[in-house]
């Protein structure tokens, strides 16, 4: 069964530097998604994408955050300079069109992004 | 805004009892949708069971089933016969389902379901 996936699986950074997560989202999905998850935390939604630019973007997502679809496959997350309130769980998601539009949000496993 | 509220932050179950989890919603749409994911301690997200607003009948997946009360806006999920492999966190999760797809999902806080064998 396809899945979402996720490179690496930890990152760990120092303050000020830039990272980008990786996800490759299942092959014939067409809106991909960035939550975070603090540790203890709910879920959040940071951004959708579709059609090679965003759809929606929360709040979280300001301008130290970009998005990209570099390739035909890879989806991207970059955090321009990092501070340590950005350590968390960084999920992506992708799903497929339905009839009734985007249907279920597919989950990959998750970066670990530690900030020191 | 869409608020989603799981007002249980642990519950927990003897192993091969039933056990139900909360969750209530707020919004003023009529179209959207509910879903249950599961969070082992690995921290993966995985789909338990999603629900359709606009249909009446309760989603079931094996074990798990939703009770679905649209106009208490409320969304519990049953699990029988419940396994020690079901002892995780549990979200509640809001999508709208006007975006066509832009929109993200609104999560609850999560309840933690510990299963004693």
């Known amino acids: 069964e396809p899945e979402v996936t996720q490179t690496p699986s930890h990152q760990v950074t120092q303050m000020g530097q830039e990272v980008i997560l990786r996800c490759v989202p299942i092959s014939n999905h067409l809106y991909f998604y960035w939550y975070r998850q603090i540790l203890g935390q709910k879920v959040e939604f940071l951004v959708s994408?579709?059609?090679?630019?965003?759809?929606?973007k929360s709040e979280i997502f300001d301008d130290q955050f970009s998005v990209e679809r570099p390739d035909g496959s890879n989806f991207t997350l970059k955090i321009r300079s990092t501070k340590l309130e950005d350590s968390a769980m960084y999920f992506c998601a992708s799903t497929k069109i339905g009839p009734r539009g985007a249907d279920t949000q597919y989950f990959g496993p998750g970066t670990r992004l530690t900030v020191l | 805004a869409q608020t989603v509220t799981q007002s249980q932050p642990e519950m927990s179950v003897q192993e091969a009892e039933t056990v139900t989890l909360s969750c209530t919603y707020d919004t003023s749409e009529s179209d959207y949708y509910l879903f249950w994911y599961k969070q082992p301690p690995s921290r993966q997200m995985i789909l338990v069971i999603r629900?359709?607003?606009?249909?009446?009948q309760n989603a079931t997946e094996n074990r798990f089933s939703v009770n679905f009360q649209k106009a208490a806006k409320s969304f519990s999920l049953k699990i029988s016969d419940s396994q020690l492999g079901d002892a995780a966190m549990y979200f509640c999760?809001?999508?709208?389902?006007?975006?066509?797809?832009?929109?993200?999902?609104?999560f609850g806080k999560g309840t933690h379901l510990i299963i004693q064998p």
């Open positions: 994408f579709y059609n090679n630019e965003i759809s929606e």
């Open positions: 999760a809001y999508r709208s389902a006007r975006g066509g797809g832009a929109d993200g999902l609104t």
């Open positions: 629900q359709e607003a606009y249909k009446q």
